[in-house]
Each structure stands twice: as C-alpha cells, then as structure tokens.
C-alpha cells in the first residue's frame, strides 16, 4: 500500500486548505482511511477518520465543525477540507490506512504517507 499526500501550504488564518491523498491498489475502497497531524515537539495527533460501508467520519472536538474528511472509491483518493485555520492547525498533516474500524490511535495504523507541511499564519 503507497499513500502519497499533497495540497499543504502555507496560509493566513482563517483561508481553507484542501488535503489530497492517492493510494495504490483498492486500499480506499476496504480500509479504514484516516488523516493524521503532527506539530514539532508534539504527538501525532488523529484529526479525521472515515470508515465503513456509509462513509461514517469521525472527529475529535479541535477540528470539528472545521475539518471534513471525504473519498472517492472510483479515484482510490482521500481528501481533508479544512477551512477556518487556525494558527495552531500548523503541522505535518499525514494520511494513513489500516484494515481496522475507526481507530484514532496512530499505532493501530499500518501504512502511511510522507506527510505534507500545514503552516497557518496569524
């Protein structure tokens, strides 16, 4: 499985940003696909998860109302809109896969992308 992430960028506060991911083989279409932040000094970070039949997401509070995570099964392609930025959504910003359901945990995650850089000025 190959992810390769583009769209990062270097923004004012408050523009919108949007995240695409390519994957290789039918990866979009059977595994969980999530995105991924990580800010120096810091943890990596779950932002957004979708999984499953119906495309159900998942989102911590930080991001929610902001961020959207979507895919196109047909392009093997997951996208992350993410408007109203702030400062603090600076980051390398990380698509993964696993097979599981719904994981936020970066361990539970088994492939992921070279990172693409975020960095929101204020």
């Known amino acids: 499985v190959q992810l390769v992430e583009s769209g990062g960028g270097f923004v004012q506060a408050g523009d919108s940003l949007r995240l695409s991911c390519a994957a290789s083989?039918?990866?979009?279409?059977?595994?969980?696909m999530a995105w991924f932040r990580q800010a120096p000094g810091k943890e990596r970070e779950n932002v957004a998860v979708?999984?499953?039949?119906?495309?159900?997401?998942k989102y911590p509070d930080c991001v929610k109302d902001r961020f959207t995570i979507s895919r196109d099964k047909d392009k093997n392609a997951v996208y992350l809109q993410m408007n109203s930025l702030k400062p603090e959504d600076t980051a390398v910003y990380y698509c993964?896969?696993?097979?599981?359901?719904?994981?936020?945990?970066?361990?539970?995650?088994?492939?992921w992308g070279q990172g693409t850089q975020v960095t929101v000025s204020s």
């Open positions: 979708i999984a499953g039949s119906e495309d159900a997401t």
């Open positions: 083989g039918r990866t979009v279409s059977t595994y969980t």
């Open positions: 993964a896969a696993t097979p599981f359901l719904y994981p936020t945990s970066p361990r539970d995650y088994n492939y």
